[in-house]
């Protein structure tokens, strides 16, 4: 298990995670999220021991990354997918890491097998695609049969298949009671392979629930309405404050009221409902909402 507490890392007048604590569960994938420059490198690197808190601690498995007897073999990361010499194959890339803990070359074989590398590991990796590269972490992240997996942004690059045979892979990992924690701006891509998600937004963080908490307790209702003269409701429910975005001449979806004050005013005012269904809100838009006032980068809107 991964456990940070009060982690604060400054770099001169930047306070760039500022009193941070979470924890990674075994069993679990924890998504870990936020908008860029929202402190979740810094974080990842915090917990393997490449940078140092300026308060706070951060263990794995009950002690710091440094004191860790055997590290490959209880955490794996991949924090940058080109971490490698261009000049050395796969296989010699692989055998490197492995022979500083003791691994034998069966299991160079083995997470080359199972991360579809077999065919190219006797390739240089400096002419290996963004994808292939990618692969390559997460079999060096392997390597060891860790405990603990930590990966940030490992379906960066990777096709179609790649991507569901990631996502095959951590639901896999996490059922076998390992700690999964993963960094990913592809929220449809979270939404169906983390069990719990941790939010961060100016070094802060903004949220840490399961993804289901997460969905339901975002307290804005969702309802998708059609019918003839729905183009009204926004003038007939401007009083509740809501908002009604138009989908189709004779659609619309309406937040911030529920379905049954919809009905009354469409009922009330001749309003022929041919259908009202509320929905929850997904995690791109519990994200984008949790995020909205702690994105440093923001850019103009599209006319």
Known sequence: MIAAQHLTKRYGAKVAVDDVGFEVRPGLVTGFLGPNGAGKSTTMRMIVGLDRPDAGSVTVSGVPYRELRSPLTEVGALLDAKAWHPGRTAERHLLGLAATHGIGKARVRE???????????????????????????????????????????PVNGLDPEGVAWVRRLLRSLAGEGRAVLLSSHLMSEMAQVADRVVVLGRGRVLADQSIDEMLSSSGTHLVHVRGSGVDRLPQLLAADGVTVTQLAPDAVEVSGVPAPRIAQVAVANAIDLEELSPRRATLEERYMALTNDAVEYRTEAVR
């Open 111 to 153: 997470v080359l097998e199972l991360t579809g590398l077999e065919a190219v590991a006797r390739k240089r990796v400096g002419g290996f695609s963004l994808g292939m590269g990618q692969r390559l972490g997460i079999a060096a992240a392997l390597l060891g049969d860790p405990h603990t997996l930590i990966l940030d942004e």
